[in-house]
């Protein structure tokens, strides 16, 4: 019954690993991409009322214009960046949606898609889904995982449709500045070539400010579908909103879809995530909180001999397990099994980082330091 093209599409490797920890008692999860943090009330108290208010219809399809002209307005305050939010803005269900919208709006079957590695794990399955072909842009620790632009100039000769750009990024936390940015679009601009920027985690950029790949001149902007959302940065992950902001005519062909597959976001969420822009002290002290992790984490995983390329932002460390010898799937059950820690093997964004293994740091501080403390004993007995 099932399309060869779907079978073909494999399992994501961190529910498959996951799979594994549900049921056992007492583990510290260094797994899962998501905030510990619970929706601050101020949020889930408009969602309440919003309930009581009776407020349980559809939206239009591009999403509240409240919402919309709230994402604008922001992304104006803190990006100088420019969005219509009548025709150039689309709320979607998470980031998830947004990309898959994104590659149906502008793929055909065969054309090909830059995926950098390490990747988030929807991507290449995204493409393949769309019947669009990947072609991989490998990065590595010795590069602090930046995209090497001379690999990406020999990739382009091959006509790729579209990049997927994603920063900071997951797994390895790194990001780029605007120096680095306007390198990248140089070499993009030669060709006619569609960058889709996964923003999910502009807020939680710690050392220096964000910069959407949009924001760089007027022709990257043209070219760039900006998708970002609330899950992360917001800790709003449940309530599924996200944004698509680019040219009118594909946010229009994204509407296309989106008003045939999904009809409209939730609506008691889209009026949460209008008091999320608000919340802007509330979201500051939860990226405070990660960057002390952040800061513990790697201090800690570098000592111990897992090297850590600092992240700058996302909540994500990809370090290298290479010094044991032992491969990232072994460390990471053996770790699961014997000190009851679970942590991400990287081949879950990559075949080739059998030396690696994710964590998030998506944790209170009192779990880090557990978790720091068992990898220390698992590593002795290594
Ligand atoms: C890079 C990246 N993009 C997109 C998503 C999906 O986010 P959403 O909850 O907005 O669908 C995630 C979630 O982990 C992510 O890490």
Redesign the pocket.
Known sequence: MISKRIKKVPPSGIREFFDLVLGMPEVISLGV??PDFITPWRIREKAITALEEGLTSYTSNQGLLSLRKGITNLLEKKYSLKYNPEDETLIT?????G?DLAIRAIIEPGDKVIVVTPY?V?YPALVEICCGKVIYLPTKEGDGFKINLGKLKSLLSQNPKAIIL?YP??PTGITYNRKELNQIWNILSKKDIVVIS?E??DELNYDKAHVPFSSLNRKAKKKTIL?N????GYAM?GF?V?FACGDKEIISAMTKIHSYSMLCGPIISQIAAVEALRARKEIGQMQKEYKDRRNFIVKEFNRLGLSTVKPQG?FYCFSSVKKYKISALDFAKKLLLQEKVAVVPGTAFGEEFNSYIRISYANSLENLREAAARIERFLSKL
């Open positions: 991409g998501e269900v998470g980031v998830s949606e990309m988030y929807a994603n990024c997951n996964d999910t985690y998708l959302g609330f899950s992360k992950t599924r996200g996302a």
